[in-house]
């Protein structure tokens, strides 16, 4: 299988576009699939999430873009629509086609050119650029500007990025693909940081201990809406859309037990679940119960690579 990433799973593929002096750019994952979401973060940033929900009348959506440059890199989303309607994909009204693509942002405003933001023609740039090859990692995509540990503003914090996994489930495979740009600490496995917030002297301060303990000092502190952490988890096993809800409610334990804090009043946190399976299945709540597990297990080892592959 090679290095391992989320376009192991049939029927996805990935593609980024990058601005490296902007620091921002957009991440699109192309199906199509049925998809589902779960929010926790409280700082949101998002477009089309209505239609992921079970009762809404399209039953599928045809990619799904994360995106730099807050609410003005929806405007990404554009391009995206336009490539795929070209190419015929999209909802049937009977009228047109219409492409059903769901969307979030992270802030990056801070770290590049704020005058520079994803638009329609980067989104169309990254389809373009979408392949199966392994998703490149690190500061790319929608993870250019992404930053972590900012309680002390981004003066104190350490590059984010985008991270990629997958992992062999029963008859079927499960990816993740992330982009932090979160509030607290990224922990490894043993729970020892490895990227977060920084004193004056460039030394890791333990987030969670310094609000714990309010040793918030020594900068402006934290920002509203200016965080976020945005996940992707990927299968092809034949999960209902209240299926995917459930497998992407578990996978979000695993944004809990490697960024400390997480879902803050200062983060929009999502994780998005789709499956690329051709028809829907209503799968047993013990096999919902361990795709979950393992897709909540891939994306933890896609947040650790977010951070330490540069």
């Known amino acids: 299988m090679g290095e391992r990433s989320i376009t192991d799973v049939p029927g996805i593929r990935v593609g980024h ?29 998002s477009r089309e999430l209505a239609t992921l929900s079970p009762l809404h009348v399209t039953p599928q959506s045809d990619a799904i873009l994360l995106t730099g440059g807050s609410a003005f890199g929806l405007a990404a ?7 795929l309607e070209e190419r015929g994909a999209g909802y049937d009204t009977g009228t047109a ?19 520079h933001r994803p638009d329609s023609a980067m989104g169309r740039a990254a389809c373009e650029a979408a392949s199966r090859d392994p998703v490149q990692e690190g500061r790319v995509g929608a993870g250019t500007g992404a930053t972590v ?22 008859g079927c495979t499960i ?20 990227a977060g917030s920084r004193d004056e002297e460039g030394n890791l301060i333990g987030t969670a201990r310094a609000i ?17 952490t945005l996940a992707l988890v990927a299968t092809d096993a034949p999960l209902t859309k209240v299926g995917l809800e459930g497998v992407a409610r578990i ?29 829907p299945r209503d799968l047993s709540p013990d096999l919902i119960l361990r795709l979950g597990v393992l897709a909540a297990h891939a994306l933890e080892i896609a947040i650790e690579r977010a951070v330490t592959i540069t």
């Not at 989303?77 to 490539?83: I, K, P, R, T």
């Not at 509030?183 to 729970?191: E, K, M, R, S």
Request: aromatic residues 4%; hydrophobic residues 40%; glycine residues 16%.
């Open 17 to 45: 576009a990058t601005e490296p002096d902007a620091r921002t750019g957009c991440t699109v994952i192309l199906g199509p699939f049925r998809a589902a979401a779960e929010l926790r973060g409280m700082a949101p940033g």
């Open 77 to 83: 989303a554009q391009g995206v629509v336009d490539w």
């Open 97 to 115: 086609r219409v492409p059903i693509v769901p969307a979030a942002v992270i802030y990056d405003l801070d770290t590049g050119r704020p005058e």
């Open 149 to 170: 540990g900012k309680l002390r503003g981004t003066e104190g914090a350490m590059p984010g990025g985008v991270g990629s996994w997958s992992v062999e489930g029963p």
């Open 175 to 194: 990816g993740a693909l992330v982009v932090v740009n979160a509030l607290g600490d990224v922990l490894d496995g043993q729970g020892r940081i490895i």
């Open 212 to 228: 714990r303990e309010g040793l918030i000092e020594g900068g402006t502190g934290p920002e509203p809406g200016k965080n976020t």
């Open 251 to 279: 996978a979000m334990t695993g944004m809990a037990r490697r960024i400390d804090p997480v879902h803050t009043p200062f983060d929009g946190d999502i994780t998005f679940a789709v499956s690329t399976a051709s028809e």
